[in-house]
Every structure is written in structure tokens, then in C-alpha cells.
Nanobody
Framework: QVQLVESGGGLVQAGGSLRLSCAASGSDSSILVMGWYRQAPGEQRGLVAIITIDGVTNYSDSVKGRFTISRDNGKNTMYMQMNSLTPEDTGVYYC?????????WGRGTLVTVSS
């Protein structure tokens, strides 16, 4: 089965930047869609950004213009560059991958943005 490992989270000041990575391994079929989800304190997990195998992207309204999602299909790795971070971006960021049959989840990486 597919295994996903996130990295790149940490503590930053408002206005700073982080770059998250999600490395996928063990896939027997093409990973059609990958995405980042955030679970903020006291809230449900919600979609931040997604990217298809051919590079089509979508973003939540709150991160448009600040975050950029990308993927390297040869490395089976997804990235998200996060700029102009605000305290509202704080939360655990989870990587998701979908091969058309199943969805796979990583264990998450914590992003904390201080004011």
C-alpha cells in the first residue's frame, strides 16, 4: 500500500514562510491526485490545496495567492510553498494521495504561526 510521509512543519512568525513536502512510496498504480489538508485547533479537517497528476491545481480561498502546490511525479513527492503565513494558518497539515480506488493519508506535520 501507499505510504505517505510529511515533513517541513515548524514554528514561524507571522509573515514568514515554510515549505512542506510529502513523499509517497509503495504505490502499485498511478497517484492521480494529491492534496494538503489542515486541521486547525477546534475545527474539522479541511482542504487546503490539491494537484492532479497532470498538474491541475485548486486552492481554498484563504490561501490563494500565498500558497503554491506542486509535485514531482518522478519522485512521487508533493510540495507546498507557504508564504505570508498568518496565525490562521496554524494547524496539523496532512498529505492525501488517491490512486482512483483508495485514499491514503499521512500522519501529519504541525505548523504553528505566532503573531
Amino acid at each position: 500500500q501507499v505510504q505517505l510521509v510529511e515533513s517541513g512543519g515548524g514554528l514561524v512568525q507571522a509573515g514568514g514562510s515554510l515549505r512542506l513536502s510529502c513523499a509517497a512510496s509503495g504505490s502499485d498504480s498511478s497517484i492521480l491526485v494529491m492534496g494538503w489538508y489542515r486541521q486547525a485547533p477546534g475545527e474539522q479537517r479541511g482542504l487546503v490545496a490539491i494537484i492532479t497528476i497532470d498538474g491541475v491545481t485548486n486552492y481554498s480561498d484563504s490561501v490563494k495567492g500565498r500558497f503554491t502546490i506542486s509535485r514531482d511525479n518522478g519522485k512521487n513527492t508533493m510540495y507546498m510553498q507557504m508564504n505570508s503565513l498568518t496565525p490562521e494558518d496554524t494547524g496539523v497539515y496532512y498529505c492525501e494521495a488517491h490512486d482512483g480506488r483508495k485514499a491514503y493519508w499521512g500522519r501529519g506535520t504541525l505548523v504553528t504561526v505566532s503573531s
